[in-house]
């Protein structure tokens, strides 16, 4: 359901109901740990998308409540997972990851809306950029960051791009 609020207080308590989300999601799957994924599409493609990956779910068999921020395209997978799960699950588990930002990207959308490309997601950059502009993203991190201290192997790899030069392209 939609629900928002003008009102301070009942702000906050939608606020509080959101953060608590999480928790919630865990008594689904006893034991559970969950693993957040979000995605983010134009508004007019949210409900699409958030149908098709309902239907994922239901076809892969896993367990992944979902939850929005509607006015803004972003929504958030809580993939449940336990040390227990089998491989042919695990296989579904990344299986339905993969679905959804493929389907996001397709939507004119980004693989990630806040909660970042880390490690898992960074395969999935050049879906949505071109090889270029990922050296460039390179480029500025190695250019701010040259002992790689900030979140090293995330995003883009710091060896990529290298011989590139500022407003120069690749150097000859």
């Not at 994922?56 to 395209?73: C, K, W």
């Not at 336990?82 to 491989?87: C, E």
């Not at 002992?147 to 710091?158: A, E, R, S």
Request: net charge negative; hydrophobic share 35%.
């Amino acid at each position: 359901a939609f629900e928002f609020s003008r009102d301070e207080d009942e702000r906050k308590k939608l606020w509080h109901a959101r953060h608590n989300a999480y928790y919630s999601c865990l008594t689904l799957k006893p034991g559970s740990k969950g693993l957040i994924t979000d995605v983010c599409v134009p508004i007019s493609r949210l409900s699409d998308c958030m149908e098709e990956t309902a239907a994922d779910i239901a076809e892969l068999g896993v367990i992944a409540p979902f939850l929005s921020h509607a006015g803004d395209g972003n929504f958030h997978c809580i993939v449940l997972v336990t040390p227990d799960d089998d491989d042919d699950l695990k296989r579904r588990q990344a299986e339905f990851n993969e679905r959804l930002v493929n389907r996001a990207i397709a939507m004119g959308g980004t693989c990630t809306g806040e909660h970042g490309v880390g490690h898992g997601k960074m395969g999935s950059l050049e879906k949505e950029h071109s090889p270029v502009c990922l050296d460039y993203m390179a480029l500025i991190k190695r250019s701010l960051d040259p002992q790689n201290l900030f979140n090293p192997g995330k995003v883009v790899t710091w060896n990529r791009g290298l011989g590139m030069k500022l407003g120069g392209g690749p150097s000859r």
